[in-house]
Structures are given as structure tokens and as C-alpha cells.
């Protein structure tokens, strides 16, 4: 190898190596500071690494007025969203990959148009909607939102997952007798339960981490992170790193498992 | 013919029952919403026309601070984002050794939410936090420096700015790698035949191509960073005021949904004009594509 090529290589990994570690490092440091002994958080000058390690910091957070009904309400907001999101989302995104119809690019932009709205301009309204229809306040109501939010990347994401099914085989399965709803039941959608679990995924990492419409649209029936939000001021560090780590944990894990398809749900690759 | 096929109709009329569902949930969900939100931020309880909530927002104390740090927030963070996620695809499209892995790891930070880092990066910031303790034992403080704290604000506002770089880059990068991945490689292979170097191929080839992931990416960044909203209420809480926490603040606080609602029309006002001056300004040949 050349000198000229040798010296090109380090320069690359040089630049990869600081990039990732401007990446990883903010996280390890939250991690390490939610596990740090609350008395060393107050420490100066504060040891990077904690003298020992500790769960008290992460079960004050844990233990902390609302933090354990606001993540299972959390949780509960992010099933119904993934459930309203796929059940009306998925549907779309089967026409938008198999049939070319009038209006397809029509949707399409409609569908782009609303992943660009300002969420206040959709929460602050739905106060009063919601407090007509009697849903203000409830876990319901904040799903509703949510699947909103969600709704044109699952439209996109499952448009690229049923382009992905061959459509061979979904013909051949009608020619031997299936009815257009049983080649879809019997052919399809195994092969699509993948893509349509990583679409489950992002739409739990959407309404999971979503705050605005979520403190807006509660008093007391706060989601997680509106509860963390409105208890911000009157909070000590260390619930707030132990918050932060907290909530950003299952999106990593569901991070992980839909890596695969993080290219597709801006829309950009949706018809490769 | 079974009931079902009957009731769907023939295949034609398929695709538009499987879009009906979105359809009807988009309109309940954004159309209604947008209307009325004009409704409260023009109108008075008693169904008068008026722009009495607009004069109240524009005349709170902390409207220009708001509109101020918003703007200044995006015209700083978009570009080093944008600079950033560039040299992360072109890095991994060199498809060097690892590279699938750094893709997965920089889009790490799209999975967390605006709350949390901001929570990260005030674990970095706070008086006793990391970036204090780097500075004493490099021996160039000895004891803690208020990056955010009211007389800093400055420091607070850089704060928000490392935050907000590390947490969005990521949706930059996703739709440059995949408008990088959409560049044919006859065109590099063309170039190659005739001589060109890495660099020409980059500036002629790759960058031209790249003309429309760059515009959309562009939008998408910008409209998001007006949105900006807890990243700043976790890092500065009230202290920096943007046009976000505003609205949240105005109906939180004062409950008063006429000037959030005004609030809200401001940032749509605001998204619409700067997508307008971008596909005005950075026209592509196929703008749609771009962006669709």
C-alpha cells in the first residue's frame, strides 16, 4: 500500500472513530450518571466513573410521585396508537405498492404535506374537539393524536414493505383459487409480518417520545414524558438523568431491531 | 360473487376503499384541526372576526425573544447539520470496512426524543455536570461555571444548540443516504472511464444528484427546527423563549388557546414560506422527486 493510501485510510477512520464517539459518549454519560450514587451526583469535581454502582438514583426516579402511572400510561398510548396506526395505515400503504390509480400521487403528496405540520397547530384545536367529545384528559384521546403523528410514515413504511413482497406470488396464489383477500391473509402478510413489526416499532418510538400534544391534551392522566416535562422545574438532577435514560431506553431497543428500515420512512427510497 | 366482493366493487374501485380509512382520519385529524385553528386564532368567543389575539402575541414581552431564538437556532443548527450528516453519508458510502455499522450507530440519536436529550446534554452542561469536570481537570476552571444559568445565556443557548445537533443530524443522514443509494453507479463508472478523480466524481457526479435528497432534507430539517420545543424547556426552561414553548406556555400557563392557536398559525405561516423559498431558490429539475 502507498504511503498516499495508508495515510487516506487513518484520516477516515480518524474522522469515523470522532464522529461515533460524538455519537456515544452523551449516552454513556447519561447512563453512567443514572447509575452514580446520589451523593456523588453533588460531588465536586464529579468522577466520570461512579465509586460504585448504584440503583438508588434510577429507583428514586422510578419511585417518584407519577413517574410508574405515567409510563404504563405511556405504554398504554403506545399500543392503541400502533394498533389504530397499522390498522388504518396499512391498508394505504397495500394500494399505494400495488395498484397505479387516479389520485395515487395526490395521496401521496397529502400524505407528505402532513408530516410537515406544526404540532401545536394539531394540539392546541383538538383541546377543544377533545373536551367536546369528552376525551380530553384520557389515554384515548392522546392515541388519537398520535396516530396522526405517526400515520404517513406507517403509510410510507408499508407502502416499501408490500413493494417488497413479489407479486408473483400473490397472483399465483389467486390463479390457484385464493380470493384477493385470502392471497393477502395467506401470501402476503407473513411475508410482510417483518416489515409490518419494525412499522409497530417506529410508531411505538413516535408516540412514546412525543411531549407536546401529550402535556397539552392531559392534566392528570400524563403520559411519560409530560409528566418528566411539567415536573422539570421542581425536580433535582438526579431524577433528570435518571428520566433521561429512562426514556430513551426502549427506543434504543427498538432502534436495534428496525435498523433495516430507517431509510425508508422519510419517503425519499419508498418505491425502491 | 360473495357479499364482500360485491360491497368492495371491482378492483378499480379497491385501492380507493384501502385509502378511504387514512383518508377520512387525515381529514378528522388535520383538516379539522387547521380550521379550527384559524377559527380561534381569528375569531372571538362571541364570533367576531379580529386580530386582537395576533396584537396580543406580538406584543408580549417575550415574542421577539421567542421569534428571535428560533430563527437564530435554526440558521445556526441546519447548516452544521446538514454539513455533518454530508460528510457522514459520504463516509459511508465509501462502504469502507464497518461502514453498515457506523450507519446504524450515527442514526442511533433518531430513536430519542427532544425531552431526553435535552435531559443528556444537561447532564453535560449543569454546574456539577461532566463538561465541568473536564474543564477542572484540565486545570482550566476551578470551580464549576454556570453554562445555564440566567447571566449565561450565551452559554445556554450554545447548550441547546450541541443538543439539538446531536439529536437531529440523524434525519438529515437517513434521507441523504437514501438519495445516495439512488445514484445509479454507471454514472460514477462513466466518470471513472474518463478519467475523473474521487473529488471531480463527488462534485460533478455525486453532489449534482444529490440536488433533490439535499432539498428535501433541507425542508423536512428547517420546518422541523421552527418546532423546536423541549430540548429548550429541559436545557433553559423559560429563560429562551421560542415560538414552540410560547404556545405551550400561553395555554399551560394563562390558558388562553386564542394566542397559542396564533402561535400555531405563525409556525405553519412560517413552514409553508420557507418550503415556497426553497423550491423557488434551489430548483431542481425534478422537484416532486425530491420530495415525494
Not at chain 1, 409528566?227 to 430513551?248: C, D, H, N, R, W
Request: charged letters at 15%; one cysteine or more.
Amino acid at each position: 500500500m502507498s504511503m498516499r493510501r495508508l495515510w487516506g485510510k487513518l484520516l477516515l477512520y480518524g474522522v469515523v472513530a470522532a464522529i461515533s464517539l460524538w455519537v456515544l459518549v452523551p449516552l454513556v454519560l447519561i447512563g453512567l450518571a443514572s447509575f452514580t450514587p446520589r451523593e456523588e451526583i453533588y460531588r465536586w469535581p464529579k468522577p466520570f466513573l461512579p465509586s460504585r454502582f448504584s440503583t438508588e438514583t434510577m429507583s428514586f426516579f422510578l419511585g417518584a410521585h407519577g413517574v410508574l402511572p405515567s409510563t404504563l400510561n405511556s405504554i398504554w398510548v403506545a399500543l392503541l396508537t400502533i394498533g389504530f396506526t397499522l390498522a388504518i395505515g396499512a391498508p394505504a400503504g397495500y394500494a399505494l405498492a400495488r395498484f397505479v390509480f387516479r389520485g395515487r400521487e395526490a395521496f401521496r403528496l397529502g400524505i407528505l404535506i402532513t408530516k410537515m405540520f406544526p404540532i401545536p397547530l394539531l394540539a392546541i384545536p383538538l383541546i377543544v374537539t377533545f373536551i367536546k367529545w369528552g376525551i380530553y384528559d384520557t389515554l384515548l384521546g392522546v392515541a388519537f393524536i398520535h396516530t396522526a403523528m405517526a400515520l404517513p410514515f406507517a403509510v410510507l413504511i408499508t407502502t416499501s414493505i408490500f413493494v417488497g413482497v413479489p407479486r408473483d406470488l400473490e397472483e399465483s396464489a389467486m390463479t390457484l383459487g385464493c380470493s384477493r383477500l385470502g392471497a393477502f391473509l395467506r401470501v402476503v402478510l407473513p411475508l410482510a409480518l417483518p416489515g409490518l413489526a419494525a412499522a409497530a416499532m417506529f410508531t411505538f418510538v413516535v408516540s412514546w417520545n412525543e411531549v407536546f400534544a401529550a402535556a397539552i391534551l392531559t392534566l392528570s392522566n400524563r403520559t411519560l414524558p409530560a409528566q418528566i416535562l411539567t415536573s422539570l422545574e421542581v425536580s433535582p438532577v438526579y431524577f433528570k438523568f435518571a428520566g433521561g435514560f429512562f426514556m430513551i431506553l426502549p427506543a434504543l431497543i427498538f432502534m436495534f431491531f428496525m435498523r433495516r428500515y430507517l431509510l425508508q420512512m422519510w419517503g425519499v427510497a419508498a418505491e425502491r | 360473487m360473495n357479499p364482500l366482493r360485491r360491497l368492495l366493487g371491482t378492483d378499480t374501485l379497491l385501492p380507493y376503499w384501502l385509502l378511504l380509512p387514512s383518508v377520512a382520519y387525515l381529514v378528522v385529524f388535520f383538516v379539522l384541526p387547521l380550521s379550527q385553528a384559524f377559527l380561534l386564532a381569528f375569531r372571538t368567543d362571541d364570533g367576531q372576526l379580529t386580530l386582537k389575539f395576533f396584537e396580543r402575541m406580538v406584543n408580549d414581552a417575550k415574542f421577539k425573544d421567542a421569534l428571535k431564538y428560533t430563527f437564530l437556532l435554526t440558521v445556526i443548527v441546519v447548516p452544521i447539520q446538514l454539513a455533518t450528516a454530508l460528510v457522514i453519508a459520504l463516509l459511508v458510502n465509501t462502504g469502507f470496512r464497518g461502514s453498515r455499522l457506523f450507519l446504524y450507530l450515527c442514526a442511533i440519536p433518531l430513536g430519542i426524543s427532544d425531552l431526553a436529550a435535552g435531559l443528556v446534554w444537561y447532564s453535560i452542561f449543569t454546574g456539577r455536570g461532566y463538561l465541568n469536570s473536564v474543564l477542572y481537570s484540565l486545570g482550566i476552571i476551578d470551580k464549576p461555571f454556570h453554562f445555564l444559568s440566567y447571566e449565561n445565556i450565551p452559554w445556554m443557548f450554545g447548550a441547546i444548540v450541541a443538543a439539538e445537533h446531536w439529536r437531529a443530524t440523524a434525519i438529515v443522514l437517513v434521507i441523504l443516504i437514501a438519495g445516495l443509494q439512488m445514484i445509479s453507479k454507471d454514472y460514477l463508472e462513466a466518470a471513472e472511464v474518463l478519467g475523473a478523480g474521487r473529488l471531480k466524481k463527488l462534485w460533478y457526479v455525486v453532489l449534482p444528484l444529490l440536488k433533490p435528497s439535499l432539498q428535501a432534507a433541507l425542508i423536512i430539517r428547517t420546518i422541523f427546527a421552527f418546532e423546536v420545543f423541549a430540548v429548550v424547556i429541559a436545557l433553559a426552561g423559560d429563560l429562551i423563549p421560542v415560538l414552540a414553548s410560547e404556545s405551550y406556555w400561553w395555554y399551560a400557563l394563562y390558558r388562553n388557546l386564542h394566542v397559542a392557536a396564533a402561535y400555531g398559525v405563525l409556525l405553519m405561516a412560517l413552514s409553508i414560506t420557507v418550503t415556497w423559498g426553497y423550491l423557488r431558490f434551489l430548483r431542481t429539475r425534478e422537484e416532486v422527486r425530491g420530495l415525494a
